[in-house]
């Protein structure tokens, strides 16, 4: 069997079990069978697979089958410009979470020292995206999972930013370290009966703790912004990524803690997604 026999077959199993973008799942789970990136399996679709081969990619197929992520399979995400270790410990990366180091970057651009913090670092990659490539930029995260940490730092080493990294293993509400010029983070926010409705992939395998947002979606959110009016430094900015419907309650959060809000940004599905605010 060759390899273009084989991702057809693989495509065929994913769409009968409604697997968006099967065949797409399949190349990608081609190429971590044989160890090559997707245009080399695109460049060599009449290469002639072994049996061990075989075995694999179907056994691959097989689970991504019953909804498990590609991510989790692969052990990769592309995040903003750097490929990322993921497990099912940690969130899988998105690209509206991108909106946070967008303007991370932008507001950092002509500053010297910056000291951030991210609050739930999960895989790391909102703030290595940014350390690497603000040379003057330092980080601490922290997470209540130590999985999660031990994650962060292997991105860290693979990224050649872990001399200006420090992780915690903290809840946000006892986390007293330092005064920060850039806080940022992506909570837990969907509402707690919401999460059964999520997609297959979502609900059934990424973690709840990075889902859960309680009853109203906001349980996370009001200790994130409570906590960061107090490490915050004066005139220091908070970016926060939020649900498509938080806007007006976390607006009014953020003026009860003295924050000013500067921007409301939008995802690519036009939700409000990511809000910039300063610590007034």
Do not use: H
């Not at 031990?150 to 005064?179: E, P, T």
């Not at 498509?244 to 690519?268: A, T």
């Amino acid at each position: 069997m060759n390899i273009d026999l084989a991702i057809n077959e693989g495509s065929k199993i994913l769409k009968s079990k409604f697997i968006p973008n099967p065949l797409l799942d399949a190349e990608i789970l081609m190429a971590k069978t044989i160890n090559k990136d997707r245009n080399y399996i695109l460049l060599n679709l009449n290469k002639t697979l072994s049996e061990n081969q075989i075995n694999s990619f179907y056994k691959l197929i097989k689970i991504r089958s019953y909804g498990n992520p590609v991510a989790y399979l692969t052990k990769k995400r592309f995040f903003w410009n750097t490929e990322f270790y993921v497990t099912s410990d940690t969130l899988i990366p998105r690209p509206e979470t991108e909106l946070i180091v967008e303007n991370a970057l932008r507001l950092t651009r002509q500053k010297k020292k910056i000291n951030i913090l991210d609050i739930g670092v999960g895989s790391g990659c909102i703030l290595l995206s940014i350390l690497q490539e603000r040379e003057n930029c330092y980080g601490i995260g922290i997470d209540i999972s130590k999985k999660c940490l031990k994650i962060s730092q292997i991105n860290a080493i693979n990224l050649q930013v872990s001399s200006r990294l420090k992780l915690y293993k903290s809840d946000v509400d006892k986390f007293n370290i330092g005064k920060y010029d850039l806080i940022v983070s992506n909570p837990p926010y969907i509402k707690k009966f919401q999460l059964k409705y999520l997609e297959r992939d979502v609900a059934n395998f990424e973690p709840r703790l990075a889902l859960d947002g309680g009853l109203d979606g906001l349980s996370e959110v009001r200790k994130v912004i409570k906590k960061s009016s107090e490490l915050i430094k004066k005139n220091g900015k908070f970016i926060l990524e939020i649900g498509f419907d938080q806007k007006n309650k976390i607006i009014n959060l953020l003026k009860k803690e003295g924050f000013y809000l500067n921007s409301i940004q939008k995802d690519l599905g036009k939700n409000d997604r990511c809000i910039v605010a300063t610590k007034i």
